[in-house]
C-alpha cells in the first residue's frame, strides 16, 4: 500500500500520513496478536511457527523490490509519450461567476408581451402589396 500509492522510487521517500501509518500497523498487530490470544480457540486460531513470520519477511521485500521496478518502467514508458495538447481557453464574459451564483437566489419571473394597439404598426410586419391584404398574427 505504502509502495503503490506514490510516484517516487524509493518509496521510503514520500512519508504517508500518521493515520494511515497508525492503520496499517494497528491491522499487522491485531493479525499477529489475535491467534496468541485467548480468542483463538473460539476461534478456531493456531499461532504461526516463526517460519512462516520469515517466509512473509521474504516475500514482502521482493514484491517491494518489483513494485519499485514496475513504477520506473511505467513512468519512464509514460514520460516518453507526448503530452496531450491543452484544451481550448474558454473566454466567458466578466460577470459570469456572479450571475451562476446569484441564479440559485433568483425566481424565474415571465415577463408579459406588453399589448400594442390596434392602429400602431408592430415590428416585423409585412407591408400588403398590389391590394393583398395581410393576416395579424
Known amino acids: ?3 503503490i500509492r506514490t510516484r517516487r522510487v524509493p518509496f521510503l521517500r514520500s512519508r504517508p500520513s500518521a493515520g494511515l ?3 496499517s500497523l494497528g491491522v499487522v498487530a491485531l493479525g499477529i496478536f489475535l491467534p496468541l490470544s485467548p480468542l483463538a480457540g ?3 486460531f493456531d499461532p504461526l511457527p ?3 513470520f520469515l517466509a ?3 516475500m ?3 514484491y517491494l523490490v518489483l513494485v519499485e521496478l514496475a513504477k520506473r518502467w511505467f513512468f519512464a ?3 516518453q509519450q507526448l503530452p496531450a495538447p491543452p484544451p481550448p481557453v474558454k473566454r466567458r464574459h466578466a460577470t459570469h461567476h456572479i450571475a451562476r451564483r446569484a441564479s440559485r437566489y433568483s425566481i424565474p419571473v415571465k415577463v408579459p408581451k406588453p399589448a400594442v394597439p390596434s392602429g400602431v404598426p408592430r415590428l416585423g410586419r409585412r407591408k400588403a402589396r398590389q ?3 395581410v393576416r395579424n398574427p
Open 60 to 62: 514482502v521485500v521482493v
Open 1 to 3: 500500500m505504502f509502495a
Open 42 to 44: 473460539l476461534l478456531g
Open 77 to 79: 514508458r509514460s514520460a
Open 21 to 23: 501509518i497508525a492503520a
Open 131 to 133: 391590394g393583398r391584404s
Open 56 to 58: 512473509l519477511l521474504g
Open 50 to 52: 516463526v517460519p512462516f
